[in-house]
């Protein structure tokens, strides 16, 4: 029964995958031998059969070969994408720019490491490599950055070429022209006459069609606010009913027209086709490549299904669906070559022509909503990374919490896909830069993939070597041939990926200098030794959260606070809000605790962790409460360790307690923080988990008495400065490159990181926080 449970659930998240991840390729047979035999004059059979091949074996060899058999199994705990390939790179080697990971970050239960293999000497060699040279961890960043901004422009491509793609099926039927010549009463108008009638009855449909592509592009933009809820069941049915017209008109026209067409199997027409075609074939690759488009959907989109779903849907829907509508079409052509122009619609019964057509243009409106749901994720992924600037994201499902909508995102697709349906007016244009950035996503994938192969999979060396070789060598074929068509629109998508390109990697560069100033300019514990419990000034009832990105010491910030502030707070907490390289970080293991200082220092440091997928969406009293809660369960776990610590030294007390003591102010002063030692080399490396309840685990000898004074009066100081509220302390930083800079640096730092950060979310709204308990000092980082 279970079994038979689990299949049933396999089918219908196969069924859904319809409509999430396969729209984009679904809707690839309205342009793909429309744009093949503009560059292809069809001439013969062999033309025909050439293309129609060639369409076959890429759809065969990449979704099927490799997405199918190989990139989906390189996820991140069932999560997809380039950042995820990235942040399973990073868990086994140290390539992140931002330097502050920790020893406990390993122990989160979602932070799985290979079991080592015959090929473990490898992978650490390569490890020590990526690790020890920093040209290394720069070329792996910018290769993720690249793949992330072409997908970025496939979200402004796919909804511009599929709408107007479905819509030009209206082009030939308002058309209607008679190119033999009109009658007019007795007089039958002369050819030129004709010409410039027929030229502007073309320029009028042509303007027909991108006024009503635009205003289907403003309508499906406008309504992403209202989020992409229940998106599969809603839209599968749509596409599997798109997915079963091409298959029934595919066969349809198979059988009607020609059915020697089963002949483009034989991959030789593929030989023939570029001997009779040369450097045209070579050209009409850029369009061939067009039938796989929307296949990195099938990884990016993983953590909303499972690999078996998208496995099975592709290998059973697909996949078949997808050859039959491809071979039909070419049978229609065997007998109507001069077709090609509407090879889709044309070859579309004419009973059948309307309810196709609004198949055709909903199915290409929902293609376009996977790759801008895509999009939000991505971006998303980026900023939780550290590699885009901070914006507003509006979580619009309680249930599932990939579902986001980014406001700013949204519109500036959409405004870029208007200007992109206007200034080029046709799909010819557009298919051209498509076709780049597909390639260029595809090929950042198969680098990505062969480096998890010989880091973390740690594969025969033989057979990491086939994957590139084969589909590496596929793929770079086909970027020269769409890369040639750089003057006829392939420009744009690298225009689009240079932008967000220098957005990411500026944000990144500037935030990595930042966080290394923060760290050299800390705080010595010296000096607020020196300065005794009160640090120099009245501590007041109430808990200060001073937020800061360091997970390590204490920031300099907190210096201005206690110059420009007349008092401050009796319970001092430095939080961290870190993203960790995982997907999900579980909630009783979100906060890591330390002690700063002595106990009448009533300082503490809290690193809250969220994975790349985390939603933090709680409100503050929320955050408040938990935050409260963790701390006490810290300071319970530290006396409980305490406790321990006695009981097992009591007999050599005497003899122990110098160097105990010894231990306490080296461990603390080496770290620039004092830490109570701790039996568990967890708790003396970083920190203690506040949600591990442990009291029942130990020995009644060794647990805390309910009476301990120094448990209770801490545990009554904290509530009573909780009662007192809490102050939420944030510094209102400005960068600035040093004087001795050189010149491109201040360009940089000065300018281009300076625009990002006063134009990107504050921090106060990123993190949530009441503006009423705020308090900011301004300080200037010098990089």
């Known amino acids: 029964m279970g079994q038979d449970s689990s299949t049933w659930h396999i089918i219908a998240l196969a069924f859904q995958t319809l409509g999430v991840v396969y729209g984009d390729m679904g809707t690839s047979p309205l342009y793909v031998f429309s744009d093949v035999f503009r560059k292809v004059p069809i001439q013969s059979e062999v033309d025909i059969l050439g293309a129609l091949s060639l369409v076959m074996y890429t759809i065969t060899l990449i979704p099927l070969a490799k997405y199918v058999f190989v990139v989906l199994k390189a996820n991140d705990n069932g999560e997809g994408g380039t950042f995820a390939l990235y942040s399973l790179i990073c868990r086994y080697a140290k390539v992140s720019m931002l330097p502050n990971r920790q020893t406990a970050d390993e122990q989160i239960s979602s932070f799985k490491l290979k079991l080592p293999t015959p090929e473990l000497e490898r992978a650490l060699n390569i490890k020590e490599t990526l690790e020890s040279r920093s040209s290394l961890k720069t070329i792996l960043l910018l290769l993720v950055l690249m793949g992330t901004s072409m997908i970025i422009g496939d979200g402004i491509l796919t909804p511009a070429i599929s709408v107007m793609s479905a819509v030009s099926g209206l082009h030939g039927e308002i058309r209607g022209i008679d190119t033999s010549g009109y009658h007019v009463g007795f007089w039958k108008i002369n050819n030129n006459i004709l010409n410039k009638m027929a030229f502007n009855e073309i320029n009028l449909c042509a303007d027909f069609v991108v006024l009503v592509s635009i205003i289907l592009l403003v309508g499906l933009f406008s309504i992403q606010q209202f989020g992409t809820g229940k998106v599969g069941f809603m839209f599968a049915p749509i596409i599997a009913l798109w997915f079963f017209s091409l298959g029934s008109i595919g066969i349809y026209n198979i059988v009607k027209y020609d ?19 040369s450097k045209y074939a070579w050209s009409a690759l850029g369009g061939c490549v067009l039938c796989i488009t929307g296949a990195e959907a099938m990884l990016a989109d993983l953590g909303h299904f499972s690999v078996r779903s998208i496995q099975l849907a592709f290998t059973c829907v697909v996949f078949p669906c997808l050859l039959l509508a491809y071979m039909g079409q070419a049978a229609y052509l065997m007998k109507y070559p001069n077709s090609a122009e509407r090879i889709f619609y044309d070859s579309v019964p004419d009973s059948l022509f309307w309810p196709v057509f609004i198949i055709a243009t909903v199915a290409a409106m929902i293609a376009s909503q996977a790759m801008i749901s895509a999009t939000f994720s991505c971006v998303k992924q980026s900023m939780a990374l550290g590699c885009f600037p901070r914006m507003k994201i509006v979580h619009t499902s309680k249930k599932l919490m990939g579902q986001i909508y980014v406001p700013v995102i949204n519109w500036f697709l959409m405004i870029m896909c208007i200007i992109v349906v206007s200034i080029f007016r046709s799909t010819t244009d557009i298919a051209n830069a498509y076709g780049i950035a597909e390639v260029g996503v595809m090929i950042v994938s198969t680098t990505l993939v062969t480096i998890v192969m010989l880091l973390i999979w740690q594969t025969n060396l033989i057979l990491v070597l086939c994957f590139p070789l084969v589909f590496g060598t596929i793929e770079l074929i086909y970027l020269s041939a769409v890369l040639s068509k750089i003057k006829e629109g392939g420009w744009l998508p690298l225009v689009f990926a240079s932008c967000f390109l220098c957005v990411m990697y500026i944000w990144n560069y500037g935030s990595v200098l930042k966080y290394q100033s923060e ?117 319970r776990r530290e006396a409980q360790d305490l406790a321990l610590e006695r009981n097992l030294f009591e007999p050599d007390l005497d003899s122990a307690s110098v160097s105990s003591m010894d231990h306490e102010v080296l461990g603390g002063y080496g770290n620039e923080e004092l830490r109570i030692p701790l039996m568990h080399d967890r708790g003396s490396e970083a920190g203690t988990y506040a949600s591990s309840d442990i009291v029942s685990e130990l020995p009644s000898s060794v647990m805390p008495s309910e009476e301990d004074p120094s448990l209770e009066y801490e545990l009554s100081a904290l509530r009573e400065a909780m009662d007192s509220g809490f102050t939420y302390l944030l510094a209102h930083g400005d960068v600035r490159a040093k004087k001795n800079s050189f010149f491109f640096k201040k360009l940089v730092i000065n300018y281009f990181y300076a625009f990002l950060r006063r134009n990107c979310r504050a921090s106060a709204a990123n993190m949530s926080v009441p503006h009423m308990n705020i308090l900011q000092v301004g300080m200037t980082y010098m990089v």
Not at 260 to 277: D, G, Q, S
Not at 538 to 563: D, K, M, T
């Open 259 to 277: 059915l020697t067409v089963v002949r483009a199997f034989n991959p030789a027409y593929i030989y023939l086709f570029f001997k009779k075609n």
């Open 519 to 635: 760290v050299r300019e800390k705080i010595s514990m010296d000096l607020l030794l020196d300065l005794g419990s009160t640090l120099g000034t009245a501590r007041v009832p109430g808990i200060g959260l001073l937020y800061n990105e360091l997970v390590q010491g204490i920031p300099s910030i907190f210096g201005q606070f206690l110059l420009s502030l007349p008092a401050i707070h009796s319970t001092i907490v430095f939080v961290c809000i870190k993203y960790v390289p995982v997907p999900v970080v579980p909630l009783e293991e979100r906060f890591l605790f330390r002690r700063v200082g002595p106990k009448d220092y009533h300082m503490f440091r809290c690193v809250a962790r969220y994975g790349y997928k985390d939603v933090r969406k709680e409100d503050h009293h929320a955050f408040e409460q938990l935050l409260v809660q963790s701390l006490e369960k810290f300071l």
